[in-house]
């Protein structure tokens, strides 16, 4: 034995030579000699069984054996060396590094928790990283739980695996936090004794604190402070659930379309955007074709079903990209339906799967509420708009706003589910009588390592849609000020981002919801001259007179605030050019 590696409350790891071999090896064995001979056995079967685990980011063994009844799993120390020794002679590895190196160890480590192993005893000692930053884990099943000498090994093999693997993950959060913040997490090198005193079981929070020794991206931040939430539901429970979230946001902030918007790019291709609600246009076209005067009968048709309408949309700008009009966007749906022609409509509907494409009933009814939510804010814009705006602009815009929440709830229902209980604020205590929830761009942080708006302008301009639109689909921060609209463009995304936060306080529960309606018409009451009255109004379309419609523009300050060279000028008569 030439060192003592790491110590802790389950296990050692020694650094020793072989003699007979004639090299050195890394040596990891319990802190407690097993009780039994029967319990010995059962260690080396566990062990043995761990051996055969082969993964990329798990250690070979070199030997498994035991010396007077205490047993051991030897690895070959030219794998690298540990990670404690890799922060003792490079303490500040930037966040990007120490996001691959915990997504290697969260990789191998959902294998084995997959194949029934479980770490037991996870530091970070535990993992060997070597001169190219590949990962590996050692030490699995060295650190067995100890039974009585008379219990039924097979019995409790299954729940203590369980129940391992819940703890490695958190551990595996205390191992980035560590990284992140440059200092051991509580002060405790054993992260045991650190599990031992974090909530639910003692009084400890352990979040990532401000004084880091790089600057730490905020969805990292948010994923490891939900690795390690006071709150166990809030917590990751599987490591490739964990896994999944370092993942995306690593590939995003390498590639800037990696991760989690390549998977969804995948999914549109093979099954589309959305599934189409409407059963009815081929019986509308069909026929010997349609008069100009029913453009906008057809047009109100297609609004109302919004996967066919953001396929048109699609499709028009992608004509419009590929004949060299790269700068110019179609927003209004008479436009497009003009240009695209009756047989195009029908292409591009015969092109969507029918409701509710592959998903199950539970999935497919939360899909339509949101839906359904997005129609409804769709609207509130329409109402708000100021005059001289179209509204089917507005309507589209306000949806484009929504367009990486659609996805996500479609393509990934079961990460949307995690987000939204993310998003619900946990039970109350005596220590946080109100305590408060994650937002929703901390919870897609979490769940996905990007946030919903980075999915929908990822897919959009993977549409050819221009940058001007890229730039009116991005919703007004929560945290940021409203400053007042110096372009067409910076009204329609301030109009429609209203809506949508107002629909947002709607879905609040019922004591928070008037609140939430006064907040967000504060915001936006002076940059966009509206006041609460035209709010509820516009929240309560019945409260208004039969037969009102927004004016036309009549003024000539009405026509000056759209430049004239500007092709948002153009898609705003649209409607009237159709």
Known sequence: MRALLSKSARSLIWRVFDGRHGQELMLCMPRDKPNSAAALEHWLRMAQGSERIQHPNIAPVFEIGQVENWPYVAYDRALGETLDERLARQAAPLPIDAAGWVAQLLEGLAFAHEAGHAHRDLQTASLIID???????????????????????????????????????????????????????????????????????????????????????????????????????????????????????RQAAAYDNGGPVVLLLDKLQRIGHLPTTTTGIHRFTAGSGLEAQHASALSDMVLKDMALSLELLRRV????????????????????????????????????????????????????????????????????????????????????????????????????????????????????????????????????????????????????????????????????????????????????????ELLDALALPEAKRRPGVEAATRRYAKPLGLGLREVMEALNPGAQRSGQAAPAPSTPAASQAVPSGSSLRNRLAGRGNA
């Open 131 to 249: 001169a190219s930053d590949k990962v590996r884990l050692v030490g699995l099943e060295v650190a067995q739980e100890v039974f009585p000498a008379t219990v039924d090994f097979n019995a409790v093999t299954r729940r203590a695996v369980r129940e391992s693997a819940e703890e490695d993950v958190l551990c595996v959060g205390l191992i980035l936090n560590r990284i992140l913040s440059g200092k051991p997490v509580l002060e405790e090198n054993d992260l045991q004794h650190v599990v031992q005193q974090m909530q639910p079981i003692g009084r400890e929070m352990v979040r990532l604190g401000w004084e880091t020794p790089h600057p730490i991206p905020d969805p990292l931040r948010a994923i490891c402070n939900r690795a390690t939430d006071r709150q166990l539901r809030q917590r990751y429970h599987l490591a490739r659930s964990f896994w999944r979230a370092l993942d995306g946001w």
């Open 317 to 500: 700008n992608n004509a419009l990209r590929q004949s060299g009009h790269a700068g110019e966007t179609i927003l209004n749906m008479q436009r497009a339906i003009q240009m695209l022609g009756l047989d195009g409509v029908q292409l591009a509907a015969n092109a969507l799967k029918p409701w509710p494409g592959p998903l199950q009933p539970v999935a497919a009814e939360m899909l339509r509420q949101v839906m359904a939510r997005v129609t409804k804010a769709g609207q509130v814009a329409q109402a708000l708009r100021p005059a001289g705006y179209d509204e089917e602009v507005v309507y589209l815009i306000t949806v484009m706003q929504n367009l990486g929440r659609l996805l996500l709830q479609y393509h990934f229902p079961d990460d949307a589910q995690q987000i939204r209980q993310l998003m619900v604020p946990p039970e109350p205590t005596e220590d946080q009588p109100n305590p408060s929830s994650l937002s929703e761009q901390a919870a897609a942080y979490a769940v996905l390592g990007c946030d919903l708006d980075a999915l929908g302008i990822a897919v959009a301009r993977h549409w050819g849609l221009g940058d001007e639109l890229l730039q009116m689909i991005r919703r007004q921060p929560l945290d940021s000020p409203v400053h007042p609209p110096r372009s067409d463009a910076d009204t329609l995304r301030l109009t429609c981002s209203l809506a949508n």
